[in-house]
């Protein structure tokens, strides 16, 4: 009877068909076999770091650290949601000793291997299903080799007490169990235990500090979605200074007692600098903003955009007007949007290395600016393709100086108004989660209505980089 289906019926049919498609879909998932999740996330650089089969939405770490010993005890709490269904998973999770794993409050089997950490949860976990992952473990932490030939990462202790976490790109596993790849972004809280004076500034937000006699417990929480390489504490004692940039954001920076006058004035301009980059890239993504000055340790001299807490060396080279641009300019690239894949390093330095740029020059007239760009370019030497580094020595100049040459190239390709609007919409669509090359060069396309495929090849996978545009 074609007259008892109306409108409304037609509705309810089409309700109920959705129903029974994903009932027959979970009803799939439940009766498959339980797999075990992959030990590798899938990087097209490093297949093996991060880990499959599951999702990881929010870490809890809760630790008391003594910064005399270097010695850590606590619990990481991990809440996931699990891809596929599951009889076993991996996390990583380098030297420590693990005292005890539950997953959803069950005691679990776990065995180890280098920094792969096996758990066999006693019932297989269902597919599209949260779990809770509790992990108790103590140690003294250092940090790890790097794959991509950036020395040792992680969590450095120095002899004085102070501790730093500078992780990228793929030691966050020296300090806490995590899917290690910024494609599985989660948001965090740290509560970090400490005895006085000591004083921990960690990213995110300061929530609390709890006054538990001869220690204290600092409460931070970040809860935009953070790539691992990015989660950081820092332990030590510091002069704590405060201001509000424009627009409200709130900064807050630690430095060192004894760190020099000279090189702190210079992160005085970060205000100035946070209206400047939301003016080109759009509101800026975070709350909060500021820096922590680490000890003087073997990973300096260095800088690490911490989101929402950048983390830079006490060397006079780590506290220029150009490195505190281009950490801040990570927040909304590399930090908001992350990388889909190591490879892509370029990507989020070259723009952070151009935003330096930008702010060093922003007195400038184009053509002076050109001018100073074609000059670096002239002088430079690419050792392998921009997009194209050596996995095992991935932080060269062709990424940072290349990279941001590229992106000269690419303004005076599309023009102003095309660039900025391209570097704004990518900012804004894919803001807190990940995008790959092809989806940058989508945006710029669509923002400039030029097709753009040959330009990128001849610029990104080639040692031999063509003139910039009307240089020629
Ligand atoms: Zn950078």
Same mark, same amino acid.
Request: proline share 6%.
């Given at each position: 009877?074609?007259?008892?289906?109306?409108?409304?019926?037609?509705?309810l049919?089409?309700?109920?068909?959705l129903?029974?498609?994903l009932?027959a879909?979970?009803?799939?998932?439940?009766?498959?076999?339980? &797999? *075990?999740g992959?030990?590798?996330?899938?990087?097209?650089?490093? %297949?093996?770091l991060?880990n499959?089969?599951?999702?990881v939405?929010?870490?809890?770490?809760?630790?008391?650290?003594?910064?005399?010993?270097?010695?850590?005890?606590?619990?990481? =709490?991990?809440?996931?949601?699990?891809?596929?269904r599951?009889?076993?998973?991996?996390? /990583?999770?380098?030297?420590?000793t693990?005292?005890?794993?539950?997953?959803?409050?069950? %005691?679990?089997?776990?065995?180890?291997?280098?920094?792969?950490?096996?758990?066999?949860?006693?019932?297989?976990? +269902?597919?599209?299903? @949260?779990?809770?992952?509790?992990?108790?473990?103590?140690?003294?932490?250092?940090?790890?080799p790097?794959?991509?030939?950036?020395?040792?990462?992680?969590?450095?202790?120095?002899?004085?007490?102070?501790?730093?976490?500078?992780?990228?790109?793929d030691?966050?596993?020296t300090?806490y169990?995590?899917?290690?790849h %910024?494609?599985?972004? *989660?948001?965090?809280?740290?509560?970090?235990? &400490?005895? /006085?004076?000591?004083? &921990?500034?960690?990213?995110?937000?300061?929530?609390?500090?709890?006054?538990?006699?001869?220690?204290n417990?600092?409460?931070?929480?970040?809860?935009?979605?953070? +790539?691992?390489?990015?989660?950081?504490?820092?332990?030590?004692?510091?002069?704590?200074?405060?201001?509000?940039? @424009?627009?409200?954001?709130?900064?807050?920076?630690?430095?060192?007692? +004894?760190?020099?006058?000279?090189?702190k004035?210079?992160?005085?301009?970060?205000?100035e600098?946070?209206?400047?980059?939301?003016?080109?890239?759009?509101?800026? %993504?975070?709350?909060t903003?500021?820096?922590?000055?680490?000890?003087?340790?073997p990973?300096?001299?260095s800088a690490?955009?911490g989101?929402?807490?950048?983390?830079?060396?006490?060397?006079?080279?780590?506290?220029?007007?150009y490195?505190?641009?281009?950490?801040?300019?990570?927040?909304?690239?590399?930090?908001?949007?992350?990388?889909? $894949?190591?490879?892509?390093?370029?990507?989020?330095?070259?723009?952070?290395?151009?935003?330096?740029?930008?702010?060093?020059?922003r007195?400038?007239?184009?053509d002076?600016?050109?001018?100073?760009?074609?000059?670096?370019?002239?002088?430079?030497?690419?050792a392998a393709p921009?997009?194209?580094? $050596?996995?095992?020595?991935?932080?060269?100049?062709?990424?940072?100086?290349?990279?941001a040459?590229?992106?000269?190239?690419?303004?005076?390709?599309?023009?102003d108004?095309?660039?900025?609007? *391209?570097?704004?919409?990518?900012?804004?669509?894919y803001?807190?989660?990940?995008?790959?090359?092809?989806?940058?060069?989508?945006?710029?396309? =669509?923002?400039?209505?030029?097709?753009?495929?040959?330009?990128?090849?001849?610029w990104?996978?080639?040692?031999?980089?063509?003139?910039?545009?009307?240089?020629?």
């Open positions: 009877m074609l007259a008892w289906c109306g409108a409304e019926n037609r509705k049919l089409g309700k109920a068909l129903i029974f498609l009932l879909l979970a009803g799939c998932q439940v009766f498959r076999r339980p &797999v *075990a992959s030990a590798g996330i899938g990087d097209t650089y490093y %297949p093996d991060g499959g089969g599951y999702d939405e929010h870490y809890k770490i809760v630790l008391s650290v003594d910064p005399q010993r270097n010695e850590i005890s606590g619990i990481a =709490s991990l809440e996931a949601q699990a891809i596929d599951l009889s076993s998973f991996n996390l /990583e999770l380098q030297g420590l693990i005292d005890d794993v539950q997953v959803n409050g069950q %005691p679990a089997r776990y065995s180890r291997q280098g920094s792969e950490l096996m758990i066999t949860p006693s019932r297989s976990l +269902a597919a599209l299903r @949260p779990f809770v992952v509790e992990i108790a473990y103590h140690g003294s932490p250092g940090p790890g790097s794959r991509a030939g950036v020395g040792r990462t992680g969590w450095f202790a120095a002899q004085d007490g102070t501790i730093n976490v500078i992780s990228e790109p030691n966050a596993s300090w169990p995590v899917n290690d %910024p494609r599985d972004k *989660a948001s965090y809280r740290f509560e970090i235990t &400490v005895p /006085e004076p000591w004083m &921990v500034a960690a990213t995110g937000s300061l929530q609390q500090v709890v006054d538990l006699g001869a220690q417990r600092y409460v931070w929480v970040m809860q935009a979605p953070m +790539a691992s390489y990015l989660a950081s504490i820092n332990v030590g004692q510091y002069t704590y200074e405060e201001e509000f940039a @424009p627009g409200g954001i709130h900064i807050r920076n630690y430095f060192p007692p +004894a760190y020099p006058a000279e090189h004035e210079n992160f005085g301009a970060m205000p600098m946070l209206a400047y980059f939301s003016n080109l890239f759009g509101a800026y %993504p975070f709350d903003y500021g820096v922590v000055i680490t000890a003087d340790g990973f300096c001299p690490l955009e989101q929402t807490l950048s983390i830079h060396c006490p060397d006079m080279l780590m506290a220029t007007e490195v505190i641009a281009h950490e801040i300019a990570h927040q909304w690239f590399g930090d908001s949007v992350s990388l889909e $894949n190591w490879g892509d390093l370029w990507l989020k330095e070259g723009l952070a290395s151009y935003a330096g740029w930008l702010w060093d020059h007195d400038e007239d184009l002076t600016f050109t001018s100073f760009v074609n000059k670096r370019k002239n002088e430079f030497n690419l921009i997009a194209q580094p $050596n996995p095992e020595a991935m932080y060269g100049a062709e990424v940072y100086i290349g990279g040459i590229f992106f000269h190239a690419l303004r005076l390709q599309v023009g108004t095309a660039f900025f609007a *391209a570097l704004r919409t990518y900012a804004e669509r803001q807190y989660s990940n995008a790959s090359v092809d989806e940058f060069i989508q945006v710029v396309e =669509s923002a400039s209505g030029q097709r753009l495929a040959s330009f990128f090849n001849a990104l996978t080639e040692t031999k980089l063509p003139p910039l545009p009307g240089e020629d």
